[in-house]
């Protein structure tokens, strides 16, 4: 059973156009986060949730909206897509917020920007 | 700037050797911990090791941290093909739920 899971896998589209990544734990986690990671590997938090609420924020173009329907499931929707967007997007969930937990990770979306 | 930077940025070593990474970051910590990135996958949780420990150990790794020097190294014993990957060391700063990883250390374990 896959702990988290991230659709789609592979993101092909336009300049301007806005598209959805959908991501979903299913390890009980109350916490779950999006990181992106660009081409040169530096992997950079975007959002956190707890509990369906936000408590990370990161310097992020209000383009991107992340939305948690329920604490198993984290979605990043973004609008008028940029070439800079072009990145692997990573889901990853926690037991809770403590530092001190275990991160565990999807296995990335990668979103390229024509 | 980022917290943690792994040196070296890539490791060529053959099969059986030993391979040594490390991280330094720059702000005070909780922790820190290792995680290890496969080509084209997601990143799997190795090691945490906590801001009053020195070293840790778990299987063929061995890790140390240096709160003075604001530093952590990763080794791998024996290493084998299958550690061929991305290595990311991550820092929680204090006073903060997020973890800054690192741009990583590409391992390349060679047959």
């Known amino acids: 059973d896959t702990a988290v899971s991230q659709t789609p896998k592979y993101l092909v589209t336009q300049m301007g156009n806005d598209k959805s990544i959908k991501c979903e734990q299913n390890?009980?986690?109350?916490?779950m986060y999006w990181y992106k990671q660009d081409s040169k590997k530096f992997l950079k938090i975007m959002f956190s949730?707890?509990?369906?609420?936000?408590?990370i924020n990161e310097t992020v173009p209000n383009r991107f909206s992340p939305k948690s329907p329920d604490k198993a499931h984290l979605n990043l929707h973004i609008n008028s897509l940029e070439l800079g967007d072009s990145a692997v997007y990573f889901c990853?969930?926690?037991?809770?917020?403590?530092?001190?937990?275990?991160?565990?990770f999807g296995p990335g979306t990668r979103l390229l920007v024509l | 700037s980022q917290q943690g930077e792994e040196d070296p940025q890539a490791l060529s070593i053959q099969e059986g050797e030993n391979a040594t990474m490390n991280c330094s970051y720059k702000?005070?910590?909780?922790?820190l911990q290792w995680y290890r990135q496969n080509s084209g996958r997601g990143l799997v949780h190795l090691i945490l090791i906590r801001s009053n420990e020195r070293e840790k150990h778990s299987g063929r790794l061995r890790v140390t941290l240096d709160t003075s020097k604001k530093s952590s190294s990763l080794l791998i014993t024996a290493s084998r093909a299958a550690d061929t990957a991305s290595y990311f060391c991550a820092t929680a700063t204090s006073g903060t739920y997020k973890y800054i990883f690192g741009t990583g250390t590409r391992l390349k374990v060679l047959a």
């Open positions: 702000t005070s910590i909780n922790n």
């Open positions: 990853a969930s926690s037991k809770t917020t403590g530092t001190s937990e275990t991160q565990y």
């Open positions: 390890l009980g986690h109350d916490t």
């Open positions: 949730y707890n509990n369906k609420e936000l408590i």
